[in-house]
């Protein structure tokens, strides 16, 4: 099954860019052990509210330029994409449904609500505020209502 055409990405990556410019200390995870940490802790909590029974796990993407996600569960994370909100981009891609962009409104709406239960609804306005900017659109997750 072939996807449709990824015609937001770079304009999500730069409302991403926008958005989180401000990347403090804490939101850095500096270990994969970090890193596992907030998926086992935050991110399953979140996942489990809505009923989603999926692990997610990280592993080690040093050697790669970028960092991914996949349907099964697994997010690959080069040291420089070891920052929360790129952690929830890459999850955001373990949940959305098959046969969509990988970039497109459904993406952007997983990872919008992923954002605001976990960041936090400052951050997730941030996000919101970017994304209105640069043009991109985001439908809602069909496993809840937006807030």
């Known amino acids: ?12 990556y730069a409302a991403e860019s926008g958005a989180f410019e401000d990347t403090s200390a804490e939101q850095r995870l500096e270990t994969m052990a970090e890193v596992q940490e907030f998926l086992d802790t935050e991110v399953q909590r979140v996942l489990w509210s809505y009923g ?19 349907p099964g569960g697994r997010i690959r994370l080069p040291r420089w994409s070891r920052v929360n909100w790129i952690v929830l981009h890459e999850v955001a891609h373990t949940l959305q449904p098959l046969g969509t962009a990988w970039h ?3 993406f952007c709406g997983i990872y919008r609500q992923l954002v605001w239960d976990v960041m936090g609804p400052y ?11 640069h043009h991109v659109s985001w439908t809602r997750p069909t496993w809840r209502k937006v807030r």
Do not use: F, H, K, Y
């Open 1 to 12: 099954m072939t996807r449709p055409r990824d015609t937001q990405r770079s304009r999500l």
């Open 52 to 70: 989603i029974r999926r692990a997610v796990w990280a592993t080690d993407g040093r050697g790669r330029r970028r960092a991914c996600g996949d």
């Open 123 to 133: 951050q997730a306005t941030r996000l919101e505020d970017a994304l209105a900017e």
């Open 104 to 106: 497109g409104p459904e």
